[in-house]
């Protein structure tokens, strides 16, 4: 906190004034931090004056509030911002993030009673916001959109959870939700967390495999899907996806009593689906029986609201579980202060809920600010790549959220389709999921907000729950591609590889000292994982599997995962996942996966595959491999690049080199290093040979 006081102080004397970047110059994709140092862009004046944290020093104040007295500090907002049918015990919270001193243990309002969904819903109608827009809801097809009071979408919540709770779902039970974005995502989300029950979202790009390893690790005893979904010129038969999950799973001993279908006429006639009677049921068919109120049920702060599977460096997702109350607590403020959110904001983030992204910035920070969120169902390119601008305008969208996979692509067809629309709705821009590279930040800055809106970069994951290093607008000149400065309460630290944290101007390993109220608390049915992979290599932090640099005036340079996760286009993948699917293939024996430089996905799929002894290699059998990595895990998964391996560089105890994997795969053969300990260094020229094969 000394360096970081050090460095905003010599800041608050850097000349004012708004503003285009000095420097346009072209850029390419990885260029190095060090020319971008003395890039700075200065948040206009006006735009500061109003803004929530106006300056550096205001933000040093509350920074510096929040370490020191933690529990005040947090205790404050929660106290003052949300409803509690009882307060907390206490202590406000209690935390061991060191793995030396026993279990690892996170808590926070431990005792408070509440409810989420309560204060999404009835506390904003309380304060006069019954008729405001809760939700726009812009369809895949142009024309096609529909909207939501919060009083409606509070009495569509309370029917399902209604109806939820008539087929017998109680508190702390398991709901798998696999829908699309359609309004009723949001309203299953809610009405799970009115009664009780811990809501499990499923991506809906996931192939029935994934869903049935995720329905046999959570059990749910009921699912929420469509029949089908429209996305760009596509329709997806969702149901046929269940289907196929539910019959497995129940071979599998995990029966599903029902099956609550949404008939989304606009993709799929009703006639025309495939129905297991007993067990399916229409949505329309029920829920609007009931009635358009229902009693709370309340929580305690540390009652589990969600599951979430996200992947890590072995084959088996983990279920990332949090609880409501520092959630609550965590989503609402991060979102407040990152994207300076004031009432009269419309907010759309392109994320799905399927992701954290969809669950913390879609439905629950902005709804529990009493925002106006925009859904959108379909493709950001379709019909042409100027959708998103239309809908900003139709919508007058100020605050946009998405991913820099998504601004790459629009980057590559022209500033055209964004400059015929007016965007002059926009006020702030934001972008997460991977790190944006400095030249795709300039073209969102200057084309897409017309060099007046600033960009919040947003560093954090499933596992932190919201923001954890982030830009707050107008409080501070950004870096094109620097996160910035960590959000209130967050005390991020760089260690080397020892575990010792580095001062300064440094690289390394990304960890976080304490605790925040967002966190997760355990993997599900897993809490041995949750301290192995996240407290045990760096004894005494919360390791983030990401690395990270630290420039001399202490803006934080994220780069990238340092584990076996692949980011793909802002989607985390587990090289073991993939390589799971792809050995289960009858004719593939053998599989190593690296990720590598995709100019619009950030990082793209590289598989190396050694196939059974005498089965030739073909066009045939790649295609086939692909088809079965789309199937296991999902369609965003299928590898960009099969590589035919006869061999695979190994040690001598059998290890796989995937360093050198890497090399081969990014064609950055004269930095393979040392290949001498491996087992046939043979392999390697093996492999170059067959690189282009
Ligand atoms: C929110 C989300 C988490 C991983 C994370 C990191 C990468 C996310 C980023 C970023 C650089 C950003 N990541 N936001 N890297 N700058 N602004 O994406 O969660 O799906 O769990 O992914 O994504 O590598 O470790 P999740």
Not at 215 to 222: G, R
Not at 459 to 474: D, K, N, S
Not at 597 to 609: C, D, L
Request: net charge negative; hydrophobic share 35%.
């Amino acid at each position: 906190a000394a360096n970081l006081l050090r460095h905003v102080d010599s800041m608050t004397t850097l000349p004012s004034g708004a503003g285009k970047i000095s420097r346009l110059n072209a850029v390419i994709l990885g260029e190095s931090l060090a020319s971008e140092e003395d890039d700075l862009v200065i948040p206009c004046p006006d735009f500061s004056s109003k803004a929530h944290v106006p300056s550096p020093d205001k933000y040093l104040e509350m920074y510096q509030r929040s370490i020191e007295d933690p529990a005040g500090f947090w205790s404050d907002i929660a106290a003052t911002q949300f409803y509690w049918k009882q307060k907390w015990g206490k202590s406000v919270y209690s935390e061991n993030l060191d793995i030396r001193k026993g279990r690892i243990n996170i808590e926070w309002f431990k005792g408070g009673i509440t409810n989420i969904s309560y204060n999404c819903l009835d506390a904003n109608i309380a304060a006069g916001n019954g008729e405001k827009i809760a939700i726009y809801w812009e369809g895949n097809d142009l024309g096609v959109d529909a909207s939501l009071t919060y009083n409606q979408l509070l009495h569509r919540v309370c029917q399902l959870a209604n109806y939820l709770k008539d087929i017998g779902i109680r508190k702390g039970d398991a709901v798998l939700i696999y829908l699309p974005m359609l309004m009723e995502l949001p309203i299953a989300m809610l009405a799970c967390a009115r009664i009780g029950a811990v809501h499990s979202v499923v991506f809906a790009g996931f192939s029935s495999e994934a869903l049935v390893q995720r329905i046999m690790d959570c059990k749910p005893k009921v699912v929420i899907t469509c029949n089908a979904v429209r996305r760009g010129p596509k329709t997806i038969n969702l149901k046929d996806i269940v289907d196929t999950a539910l019959a497995e799973s129940s071979r599998n001993g995990s029966l599903v009593d029902v099956c609550l279908t949404y008939a989304n006429d606009s993709a799929l006639k009703k006639e025309s689906t495939k129905w297991v009677e007993g067990r399916d049921i229409w949505w329309q068919d029920v829920v609007p029986k009931y009635p358009t109120t229902c009693d709370v049920e309340w929580v305690d702060a540390e009652d589990p609201l969600f599951l979430l599977y996200t992947s890590g460096s072995t084959g088996k997702p983990k279920g990332v579980l949090h609880t409501t109350g520092g959630y609550m607590v965590y989503t609402a403020t991060t979102f407040k202060y990152a994207f300076d959110y004031k009432p009269s904001d419309i907010y759309w983030c392109t994320a799905d809920c399927g992701w954290i992204t969809g669950h913390s910035y879609v439905t629950y920070g902005p709804l529990l600010n009493g925002a106006t969120v925009v859904v959108f169902e379909g493709a950001p390119n379709y019909p042409d790549s100027g959708r998103c601008w239309d809908i900003v305008d139709k919508y007058k969208v100020s605050i946009f959220y998405t991913a820099p996979t998504l601004v790459r692509s629009l980057m590559r067809e022209g500033d055209e389709h964004v400059t015929r629309y007016s965007r002059k709705s926009l006020r702030v821009l934001g972008s997460v999921g991977e790190p944006i590279n400095p030249s795709a930040w300039r073209w969102f800055f200057n084309v897409v907000g017309d060099s007046r809106c600033p960009i919040s970069d947003t560093w954090w994951q499933t596992e932190t729950g919201g923001f954890m290093i982030t830009p707050l607008p107008g409080a501070w000149p950004q870096k094109p591609g620097s996160a910035t400065f960590p959000f209130f309460g967050v005390q991020p630290v760089i260690v080397d590889e020892k575990g010792v944290e580095i001062e300064g101007e440094c690289s390394g390993y990304l960890c976080v000292k304490n605790s925040w109220p967002g966190a997760f608390r355990t993997l599900y049915g897993d809490h041995e994982r949750y301290e192995t992979t996240y407290f045990s290599a760096f004894p005494g932090y919360y390791f983030s599997g990401d690395g990270c640099s630290r420039d001399k005036d202490g803006y934080h340079w994220l780069t990238g995962r340092v584990d076996d996760v692949i980011n793909v286009s802002g989607h985390r993948i587990g090289t073991a996942e993939v390589e799971s699917a792809l050995v289960s293939h009858p004719q593939c024996s053998e599989a190593a996966v690296v990720g590598v430089e995709h100019e619009v996905k950030g990082q793209g799929i590289y598989a190396f595959v050694t196939l059974v002894e005498g089965v030739p290699y073909s066009e045939d059998l790649r295609k086939s491999l692909i088809l079965t990595v789309r199937k296991q895990i999902g369609a965003f998964a299928a590898p960009d690049r099969i590589h035919w391996a006869p061999g695979l560089p190994k040690t001598r105890s059998g290890k796989i080199m995937r360093r050198i994997l890497r090399k081969i795969a990014s064609r950055q053969l004269d930095e393979l290093g040392d290949i001498s300990t491996l087992a046939d260094p043979g392999v390697v020229d093996q492999l170059i040979e067959l690189a282009d094969c």
